[in-house]
């Protein structure tokens, strides 16, 4: 069971781990995609246009028409690339502190689990040492008992002896 929690433990530092990178690799890319959005700010500020009418109203050429949709067009998906990317982000740190509460309720049944395993160690620790006490009494009673056991032995030849030598003697 503890090996169990061990590794659910491992588990979970690795999926915290993952989801730490993912974070930093999701704070990258929003880093990298709001310096293309200030960039394509800038530029949309310095030909003074920020909507789509405005581009439309505000283009001197075809050409300039196309490059001023083209970057609204793109501002446009950068927004929902970093909407998205922030969606994903506060997704996986819920995802994350989810883990650590796993994590810290694992770690807590562990100490658990190695309370009761050392209780458990002080009772086995406690039984051996009962029962080395339990065979040390047993063999010094049944030396006792073998003991009186020849002595009666001894007694009963010394009793036989006796009365034969009583019949004898009569």
């Known amino acids: 069971n503890i090996d169990t929690l061990t590794d659910e433990i491992a588990q979970k530092d690795k999926a915290i781990a993952k989801a730490e990178a993912d974070i930093a690799e999701l704070d990258k890319e929003n880093k990298q995609n709001l310096e293309k959005f200030a960039q394509i700010v800038r530029t949309m500020y310095t030909t003074g246009s920020a909507d789509m009418f405005g581009v439309l109203a505000g283009s001197a050429d075809f050409y300039d028409l196309m490059i001023s949709s083209e970057v609204v067009g793109k501002i446009n998906e950068l927004t929902a690339d970093m909407k998205k990317l922030d969606s994903d982000k506060k997704l996986l740190e819920t995802d994350k502190k989810d883990l650590e509460g796993k994590k810290t309720e ?52 010394l009793i036989n002896v006796s009365e034969a030598d009583i019949e004898a003697y009569e």
Not at 126 to 149: G, I, M, Q
């Open 106 to 157: 694992l770690d807590t049944q562990m100490t658990k689990l190695l309370s009761e395993k050392e209780e458990l160690d002080g009772l086995v620790t406690d039984a051996e040492s009962a029962k080395s006490t339990y065979e040390s009494d047993y063999n010094k009673y049944s030396a006792a008992v073998s003991e009186l056991e020849d002595q009666k032995s001894n007694l009963q030849y």
